[in-house]
Nanobody, 115 residues
Framework: QVQLVESGGGLVQPGGSLRLSCSASGFLFSSYAMSWYRQAPGKERELVATITSTGGSTNYVDSVKGRFTISRRNAKNTVYLQMNSLKPEDTAVYYC????????WGQGTQVTVSS
């Protein structure tokens, strides 16, 4: 059974940091590219960051470049999103996604940036 379980979300003040984790099981994690998406209320789901299966290449949406870092540990079947200098506009539900031939999604974790 494929599972992607996100954790690490919460309430943080502007300028603060959070690290999201996504733990995977039920598929060959090391063969899949991994991505983080987010969806704010009333908006479409947005691709935030992607990392290749080996971790050798990453990509980010312009709005998070220099603030967010995606990484992975294949030995732990886990992908991370380090989020620094958080802004209120980063408030959203964050989802991890695994993609290769098939695509799998997690259930999401809420991130709220507010004073």
């Amino acid at each position: 059974q494929v599972q992607l379980v996100e954790s690490g979300g919460g309430l943080v003040q502007p300028g603060g940091s959070l690290r999201l984790s996504c733990s995977a099981s039920g598929f060959l994690f090391s063969s899949y590219a991994m991505s983080w998406y987010r969806q704010a209320p009333g908006k479409e789901r947005e691709l935030v960051a992607t990392i290749t299966s080996t971790g050798g290449s990453t990509n980010y949406v312009d709005s998070v470049k220099g603030r967010f870092t995606i990484s992975r540990r294949n030995a732990k079947n886990t992908v991370y999103l380090q989020m620094n200098s958080l802004k209120p506009e980063d408030t959203a539900v964050y989802y991890c996604q695994a993609s290769r031939i098939q695509t799998y999604w997690g259930q999401g974790t809420q991130v709220t940036v507010s004073s």
